[in-house]
T-cell receptor
Framework: AQSVTQLDSQVPVFEEAPVELRCNYS??????LFWYVQYPNQGLQLLLK??????LVKGINGFEAEFNKSQTSFHLRKPSVHISDTAEYFC?????????????FGTGTRLTVIP | DTAVSQTPKYLVTQMGNDKSIKCEQN?????MYWYKQDSKKFLKIMFS???????INETVPNRFSPKSPDKAHLNLHINSLELGDSAVYFC????????????FGPGTRLTVT
């Protein structure tokens, strides 16, 4: 079975500082990895995805993530955060044994950018 | 020109009632989903439909019944509501059954009292 672990439930960071949100997954087969962002009282928006190819994936709003197969990780990074980045971030995995279109989500990381 | 829309946005009701949540997508996608987000923000898939056919039905009580009148709509009907049904319900869609990118609606916050 697939699962996703987001190690930090809350991450406070000062404005213009870098940030890394951690995500680890477990799966015995190839997977596809995603980061979604949820702004307050809104639905989820896709930030970026890894399906194949280059392990460094660039997404919207200046975010990027690196797929590391040996460490089964897909950490999200941004070199300089803005107040508007305050939101809940979800890592998700799809593919493998249970079907290509199943998305399994982590428990989320609340990013709070401090002025 | 909202891509995935849900109505209502908020729904407050009493235990034992029956309620429906509607979802519509104007993206021309073939596949639609319902997710439940609990009070701890954990998201879990409930159902997926492809071309009006049920594909996935996770361990969801049979009080929950999805209905897809056409490819653009996937409604969620809930019978005999319980306190534990209180959550935010998200509808989503993807281009194909095998497409990995899903587009989410704004969510419906259901509160059962």
């Amino acid at each position: 079975a697939q699962s996703v672990t987001q190690l930090d439930s809350q991450v406070p960071v000062f404005e213009e500082a870098p940030v890394e949100l951690r995500c680890n997954y477990s799966s015995s087969v190839s997977v596809y990895l995603f980061w979604y962002v949820q702004y307050p009282n809104q639905g989820l928006q896709l930030l970026l995805k890894y399906l194949s190819g280059s392990t460094l994936v660039k997404g919207i709003n200046g975010f990027e993530a690196e797929f590391n197969k040996s460490q089964t990780s897909f950490h999200l990074r941004k070199p300089s955060v803005h107040i508007s980045d305050t939101a809940e971030y979800f890592c998700a995995v799809s593919g493998g044994q249970t079907g290509a279109n199943n998305l399994f989500f982590g428990t989320g990381t609340r990013l709070t950018v401090i002025p | 020109d909202t891509a995935v829309s849900q109505t209502p946005k908020y729904l407050v009701t009493q235990m034992g009632n029956d309620k429906s949540i509607k979802c519509e997508q104007n993206l021309g996608h073939d596949t639609m989903y319902w997710y439940k987000q609990d009070s701890k923000k954990f998201l879990k898939i409930m159902f997926s439909y492809n071309n009006k056919e049920l594909i996935i039905n996770e361990t969801v009580p049979n009080r929950f019944s999805p209905k897809s009148p056409d490819k653009a709509h996937l409604n969620l009907h809930i019978n005999s509501l319980e306190l534990g049904d209180s959550a935010v319900y998200f509808c989503a869609s993807s281009l194909l059954l095998t497409a990995y990118e899903q587009y989410f609606g704004p969510g419906t916050r259901l509160t059962v009292t």
